[in-house]
């Protein structure tokens, strides 16, 4: 497997398609990892909450692959928010990995209401000059939250890892984070398989066009306009067919007819990021 990388702002850079491991339940989750490393994925995302993390880092102790090519990103829990908190709650994480060094550590919310997003910040940019993780990134944060952050440190998040799929691309945020150079996660990039994407016009236009599965076009969509991406599936086959997206590309007027199927706030099929704590 081909996969390109992505530089980031901190001068390191991540492979641009990767594995999430959401949902994926704890008791199957090395032999569904390890199916991703044999197919040829080397960055997973996983989080403390998807209480997963020992079962990834089964999967990479017996896949014999060298740490430095894997990619291993894990995310700080809400509970864990703070200003010394988070060392414990990285230590914890890399415990359960059976690593030394995360390659990227996230904000898992901004958790508004509790309010303890810009010390967490501080707390993770002594994480990484500490040497506990590669970069430092944030999830689910609106351009004020990461105004808050950045001007409290002087330091810019890697990545912000956000819900974005066809029908929900939260255009305004996603400038303003190609303006910082902050590159955009897309998280749910199927949309979950929550509404019928894979049956919508111009994603089926373009995969008859190509012999391709609408799967494949709609990650080729994110993969054209920039984003990182690590669809989830327990399907051997499906981890085959996700990564094949690499050998066509669409057409300006196929991309921008995926791209005009953005609906706005009614098109987000998860929690909104002022409501979760
Ligand atoms: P997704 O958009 O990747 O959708 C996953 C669903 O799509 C699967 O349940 C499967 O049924 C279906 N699917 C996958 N491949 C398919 C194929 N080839 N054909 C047909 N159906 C297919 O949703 P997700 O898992 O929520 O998002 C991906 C990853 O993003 C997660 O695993 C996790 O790592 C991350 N994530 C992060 C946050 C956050 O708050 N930071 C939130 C949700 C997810």
Redesign the pocket.
Known sequence: LQIPNVSLNDGTSIPQLGF?????DPAETERIVSDALEVGYRHI???KI?GNEEGVGRAIAKSGIPREELYITT?LWNDEQGRDTPRAAIDASLERLGLEKADLY?I??PTPKQNTYVESWEALVELQQAGLTTSIGV??FFESHLRDIISATGVKPVVN?I?Q?PIFQQPELDAYLQAEDIKTEA???????KYPL?ELEPVTAAADAHGK????VVIRWHIQKGNI???????RE?MV??AQVFDFELSGAEYDAITALERGEEGRV?AHPNEVN
């Open positions: 999430g491991v959401f949902k994926v995302d996983t989080a998807y995310k996230l898992h919310w999830c689910n890892q819900e799929h998280w749910g990039p199927l949309g979950q398989a894979f599965t609408p799967a494949q991406v690590f669809p989830k599936t327990t399907s499906r067919e996700n998860a």
